[in-house]
């Protein structure tokens, strides 16, 4: 049964960083591609970032230059780097992954295994 397990969540500043990180468990990362979304209360989901494969990846507009998504297939894990972090940011994060290895927009319907979530709060 395929697992995603999320961490690195918490509090911090406008200004601020955290690095997020989600293990894959009976799924092999490397493979396909896998996403970060975001849901803040009130608001629908949003795709945040995404890496294929290839270890391409793209980014919304929102989070360009600031955040940055990453895999090491050693460790079977996703991580989210997420720097200059703004109240605009405060979320609940989720790890997801696909069983496509290509063509993976940041649509949630793309994406068919899904994290508990973590919870990010930017303070201004």
């Known amino acids: 049964q395929v697992q995603l397990v999320e961490s690195g969540g918490g509090s911090v500043q406008a200004g601020g960083s955290l690095k997020l990180s989600c293990a894959a468990f009976?799924?092999?990362?490397?493979?396909?591609?896998m996403a970060w979304f975001r849901q803040a209360p009130g608001k629908e989901r949003e795709g945040v970032a995404v890496?294929?494969?290839?270890?391409?990846?793209k980014y919304a507009d929102s989070v360009k230059g600031r955040f940055t998504i990453s895999r090491d297939n050693r460790k079977n894990s996703l991580y989210l780097e997420m720097n200059s972090l703004k109240p605009e940011d405060t979320a609940m994060y989720y790890c997801?992954?696909?069983?496509?290895?290509?063509?993976?927009?940041?649509?949630?319907?793309?994406?068919?295994?899904w994290g508990q979530g973590t919870q990010v709060t930017v303070s201004s």
């Open positions: 009976e799924y092999t990362a490397s493979a396909y591609c």
């Open positions: 997801a992954a696909s069983l496509r290895n290509w063509n993976c927009p940041l649509r949630g319907e793309n994406f068919i295994y």
């Open positions: 890496i294929y494969s290839s270890r391409s990846t």
